[in-house]
């Protein structure tokens, strides 16, 4: 039943997106198709394991089933069976009821996930003839933001300052609350240091400083940068997090759940994961 629940929730989760992609602004839309992109990826995928998955089932369970067979013949004709034989016998039927319970969830599963998908990719296509060609342009703004002119003096110290200094300069700005100096370190950092591990990380504070004072729009927009840029960040989960809270804050309750849910279903076993499910109890219980 908690398949059958989880399963659901991830296919309302995802016609929801759907929804609010067709409803947003133009560059909006366009980073959060990029956004469902990928998880129509990661759908193929799970359906792809699940098949597998349904296939290796299958054949245990019609070994269990001749087991069965077998184990029935033998206690037919045997009259003097030992009492370990027949507990043999017994056990056999709760194996096979088992696995065949496991069978029909993960049928079940597959079926779900096949559904979903179809969905998905039926709504996405719709969308294709009026995102090509730009979402390739959404991600430009993004390497590189436009700053206000800076003299050829401050221009000089920035590229001798190490791509690990400036960070921490930034981050330390962050921690004593001077947040606009803090996005502005950090967009420099992004400038300066575009393809260094750190970059998911100063796009991820750019959002939280925006957060901390209260600007959640901007906030959102920093998050779905870093979703899109940088896929396979440690910050990822963190974003998705603080994206939902960035809705919450809104007051966007249908948004703020959709990007919750979508965090459990996808990384069911971060520290993240857990906070954002108890915000959905929290919001469902409004």
């Known amino acids: ?5 989880l399963f659901f929730a991830l296919f ?4 929801f997106s759907l929804v609010f992609l067709s409803a947003d602004t133009d560059d909006q839309s366009k980073k959060t198709y990029e956004l469902m992109y990928q998880d129509i990826q990661a ?9 597998t998955l349904v296939k290796q089932n299958t054949v245990e369970l019609k070994e269990i089933k001749d087991q069965v067979r077998i184990f029935n013949d033998l206690l037919r004709k045997s009259q003097a069976a030992d009492e370990s ?3 043999e016998i017994n ?6 009821q088992k696995v065949n319970s ?38 430009q703004p993004t ?14 110290a920035v590229v001798t300052i190490p791509a690990q200094e400036m960070y921490n300069n930034a981050y330390s700005d962050y921690l004593k609350g001077n947040y606009d100096l803090a996005i502005e370190s950090f967009k420099l ?7 260094t591990p750190l970059a998911d990380n100063a796009l991820y504070w750019i959002g939280e400083c925006y957060y901390s004072q209260g600007k959640y729009a901007e906030a959102i927009e920093s998050f779905n940068d870093l979703l899109l840029n940088y896929p396979n960040g440690d910050k990822v989960p963190a974003a998705y997090l603080k994206k939902g809270m960035s809705f919450v804050q809104q007051g966007k309750k249908d948004e703020a759940l959709a990007t919750f849910k979508l965090l459990v279903s996808k990384y069911p076993q971060q520290e993240e994961a857990r906070l954002a499910q108890q915000k959905i109890n929290e919001l469902v219980g409004k």
Do not use: C, H, W
């Open 143 to 156: 390497a590189k933001k436009p700053e206000a002119p800076a003299s050829p003096a401050t221009q000089t």
């Open 1 to 5: 039943m908690k398949s059958r629940t």
């Open 189 to 195: 950092f992004l400038e300066q240091y575009p393809a």
């Open 43 to 51: 759908l193929r995928l799970q359906v792809a394991e699940l098949s």
């Open 91 to 96: 056990n056999i039927p709760v194996q096979y």
């Open 12 to 15: 309302s989760l995802l016609l």
């Open 85 to 87: 034989f027949r507990t």
């Open 102 to 139: 496991k069978l029909e969830e993960m049928q079940f599963q597959l079926s779900a996930l096949q559904d979903i998908l179809q969905a998905v990719q039926s709504l996405s296509d719709e969308l294709k003839p009026g995102q090509k060609g730009s979402s390739k342009s959404s991600k």
